[in-house]
């Protein structure tokens, strides 16, 4: 015991919610890279454009890096599942057994054909061959975040057990795996997954746009990105819009908390910002009339519950108001990037290219992704609480007694620092060397105007 004031619970908590903020930035960057190499290298293929082609070979180099680190803090995670959580996997443990083995499979499967898909290159004579190797590559990934989020689906919507005095005596591991919260939440990861990472990649381009390196290569990648990006993030609006109706139903303590929602009632209004007071009367809020209901069941007459109907020791933070505000507020800023994007594009395609307002939003765009992606993960696990495996574990049930979690937390922070530390100074020194244009000069690609 290092530090004062020591809980282990808290401890817990912040060790792996550390733990699952770092790792998720190397996992989005794993689910969705795959994918956008992918379209590149077809596109490539189906132009004969080489510059695509270079693309989707550099992307890859860079998403190697990425793999290696993901490796490390996945591992942490299943690590201090069992260390920090043991209760919690005693009781659960046979529940999430299954999704938790089709993701250590799923990653090896993706591993190695990975393997394969690198040392390949130019190997074959037809092209396409090369590309059917990323296919398992891009299966493996989004199938390793689809069985994890699935662990995390059950803990907020448990299914497929029976509960008797409190403990779990009966379960069906297909039946586990199929909460309610799975096809929302599967979804709405592996879509927002592929949105960050057009952003990523999309503001690599804009950054050597920006610095005046004018080349068509970065002008290509920047159009198929953008456009990538505007594609999946109207795909998320309509699983966001999915996601309300999910919680309406079966957690309606989280969309009440959410949007300081307190008495049951139709015509129910949306809040966007406000200050909360102590007899729960929001001033400064910005309401949206009828909005909740219309989110949270389709109609603007539907009634939606309050958090005044949930038993007060099952409310969850009321500041999760503002990290859902904060995140919408991200997610805004995005939509009006990628669309000012493609109408530069079809109305004037100088100016989607050369404008450096423009460039510097997409380039803003990629951190607020991943912060969307962070403020998402954060308001989920919080709004979940006091329940670690909801209507059956409280969180506090679940951790562990040892005196020893700060001593851990302390050693996974300076673990955490060395890997972002090198991971992006590797990064770092592979590309600044090695520019594109540099390399279609030395090879001699060649590909058409876009």
Known sequence: MLLSGYDPVMYSRILTGLTLAFHI????????????????EWIGIKRNDDHYLLMARRWARGFVITVAVGVVTGTAIGLQLSLLWPTFMRAAGQSIALPLFMETFAFFFEAIFLGIYLYTWERFKKKTTHLLLLIPVVIGSSASACFITIVNAFM?????????????VDISPFGAMLSPAMPTKVSHVLVTAYLTCAFVLAAIAAWSLLRGRNHIYYKKALRLTMMSAFVFILASAV????????????????????????????QAPLVLGGILTEDNEIKYGLEIPFALSILAHGLPNAEVTGLNDIPEDEHPP????????????????????????????YRKRSAAFGNKWMLR??????????????????????????????GIMRTNEGATTSDHVDTMLIVFVLLYAVL???????????????????????????????
Do not use: C
């Not at 907020?156 to 779990?168: L, M, R």
């Not at 999915?242 to 957690?251: D, E, F, I, R, V």
């Not at 939003?361 to 607020?368: F, N, Y």
């Not at 590309?431 to 030395?442: G, L, S």
């Open 361 to 390: 939003g997409i380039i803003l765009a990629a951190p607020l992704a991943m912060m969307t992606i962070e403020h998402g993960w954060i308001f989920s696990e919080v709004g979940r609480q006091p329940w670690l495996l909801r």
């Open 239 to 266: 699983i966001g819009d999915l996601s309300g109706k999910y919680l309406a139903k079966y957690q309606p303590e989280k969309l009440a908390a959410m949007e300081w929602h307190f008495d049951t009632t139709k």
């Open 25 to 40: 930035i190397f996992a989005t960057i794993g689910v969705g890279v795959p994918l956008m190499i992918a379209i590149a």
């Open 318 to 345: 009321l500041y999760i108001h503002y990290l859902f505000d904060l995140k919408m507020a991200f997610v805004a800023v995005m939509v009006f990037i990628a669309g000012a994007f493609i109408f530069l594009l």
């Open 420 to 450: 972002a530390v090198s991971s992006v100074t590797v990064l770092i020194r592979m590309f600044r060397n090695n520019r594109a244009e540099d390399e279609i000069a030395a090879k001699g690609f060649k590909g058409g105007d876009e």
């Open 156 to 168: 907020n919507a448990p299914a497929g057990v029976t509960v008797k005095d409190g403990k779990i």
